[in-house]
């Protein structure tokens, strides 16, 4: 791997990777306006509370199932590589079927149990009662958001994310309007708080998926894909898909549960201790979510081109996309240790929390350099169908390095907030060593599908 910049395949890249960080962009944008918007609601510490409460149980399903986009992805990336346009459009509609049937399996059971499942959470009657509510509307829009995951993994299969973009930033700017418009009930709308936000993600969902209904009915996708005019059930397009995504979905979960998990650990160390480190794992986010970007761009050009059976290419668009990657985490990484105020006081502005907050931000600062390729290394082996290794590999260094040395530097030695965040090198240093040997290796590439 030579350390210098391909201008040609650099180029390639950002090309794929721009439009996808400005869509994951968009996300984040969105997530902060609503909880502003929901924090200004009397009882705040109660909607609040209901809606982190009510997010998280929807997260745990959409995380289970968002994985179906990787297999879509993956399938259809090595398809258009093979130039077998009629099988691109098999895997896409094959997608489909198994995201509608698993949206209106889901979205109806947490529609009618909503309340059951906060109250497993919560023990505050009022909380359960507007998380109940919140997720109860979320869960409408649930078969939506699973279509739009199949149309994702098929836009990002033939490397078009100007779509992707072009739809997040129309999903997420008609939730703020509708979260507006219900929550406080203006313009002649009922005010609905809370239960208002859940509707207007339902309703931003709904109009995303009728945003790619409309694209792919367009006479260059149809005409050269021919999804709806050669539409057919295939089991083994779907037994792809889900073997594929299966082993990416129990890796999400366990992602969302092991950082559930270290924020528990915080704070054993404090309240003070877990708001800082809160405060850290939003800060972070403006490095990881573009570091994703770049991870859907290798996917896409490394699954292309083993399509082609070209696997030095494959090799060398996964090492320019990891320098690439590693190169903005660089310049996050110097102003998180050289101005950390700057990060901290966009989220916070308490005092106590600020300075318990910088320390640690520049741990995590230097840590996040080597994130990157880690991440770019991950998406590529999964690119190959080596979806179980990267599993296996986020559950060791998680599960068995990350969680027990924070307990262990955090509470058993004695070492408070910082020794409990230095867990965090670890964890990296040893998941993009493990997915970087593996990539190295040319054992990934002979997986078929």
């Not at 910049?5 to 960080?21: G, H, N, V, W, Y």
């Not at 650990?265 to 794992?281: K, N």
């Not at 600062?365 to 999964?382: D, E, P, R, T």
Request: net charge positive.
């Amino acid at each position: 791997m030579k350390l210098s910049i391909d201008p040609i395949q650099s180029r390639e890249i950002t090309k794929l990777a721009l439009p996808a960080i400005a869509g994951l962009s968009s996300q984040m944008v969105v997530a902060l306006v609503n909880t502003a918007m929901v924090g200004r609601l009397e009882r705040t510490e109660v909607q609040l509370a209901a809606m982190g409460l009510g997010y998280l149980a929807t997260m745990a399903i959409t995380s289970m199932f968002s994985s179906l986009a990787t297999g879509t992805h993956v399938l259809a990336a090595r398809r258009q590589g093979e130039g077998n346009l009629i099988g691109v459009g098999e895997v896409l509609n094959n997608s489909l079927f198994v995201c509608l049937i698993l949206g209106l399996i889901f979205g109806a059971l947490g529609y009618f149990f909503s309340y059951e499942i906060i109250d497993i959470f919560s023990k505050d009657a009022e909380v359960a009662l507007a998380g109940g509510a919140y997720m109860r509307y979320q869960f409408i829009g649930l078969p939506f958001f699973l279509l739009i995951v199949a149309y994702l993994g098929f836009f990002f299969g033939i490397g078009h994310t100007k779509v992707f973009m072009i739809s997040a930033i129309l999903v997420n700017v008609m939730n703020i309007v509708f979260n507006y418009l219900f929550i406080f009930g203006h313009l002649g709308f009922p005010r609905m708080e809370l239960a208002g936000a859940g509707l207007a993600s339902s309703m931003s969902m709904i109009l995303g998926w009728l945003f790619f209904v409309l694209v792919t009915f367009s006479g260059y996708y149809r005409k050269h894909y021919k999804y709806y005019s050669q539409f057919k059930i295939s089991k083994e397009a779907i037994s792809q898909i889900v073997k594929i995504s299966l082993p990416v979905s129990l890796q999400n979960i366990l992602i969302l549960l092991g950082f559930l998990v270290f924020v528990a650990i915080t704070g054993i160390l404090g309240t003070v201790q877990q708001a800082a480190s809160d405060v850290v794992i939003n800060a972070l986010f403006i490095s990881i979510m573009p570091c994703f970007g770049f991870g859907i761009a290798a996917q896409t050009l490394v699954g292309q081109s083993l399509g082609k059976n070209d696997q030095s290419l494959a090799h060398d668009y996964g090492y320019e996309t990891a320098k690439l990657a590693t190169i903005f985490t660089i310049v996050v990484g110097l102003v998180f240790v050289l101005a950390p105020d700057w990060i901290i006081l966009l989220i916070t502005t308490k005092k106590e929390v600020i300075d318990t907050a910088r320390p640690i931000l520049q741990i995590a600062g230097v840590a996040q350099v080597f994130y990157a390729s880690g991440i770019i290394f991950a998406n590529a082996l999964q690119a190959g169908g080596a979806t179980l290794y990267v599993m296996f590999v986020e559950v060791l260094t998680h599960w068995i390095i990350f969680l027990p040395l924070t307990y262990i530097f955090g509470v058993t030695l004695g070492w408070g907030l910082r020794g409990a965040w230095c867990a965090l090198p670890a964890y990296i240093l040893m998941y993009t060593a493990l997915n970087y040997l593996k990539f190295r290796s040319s054992s990934w590439i002979t997986v078929r599908m």
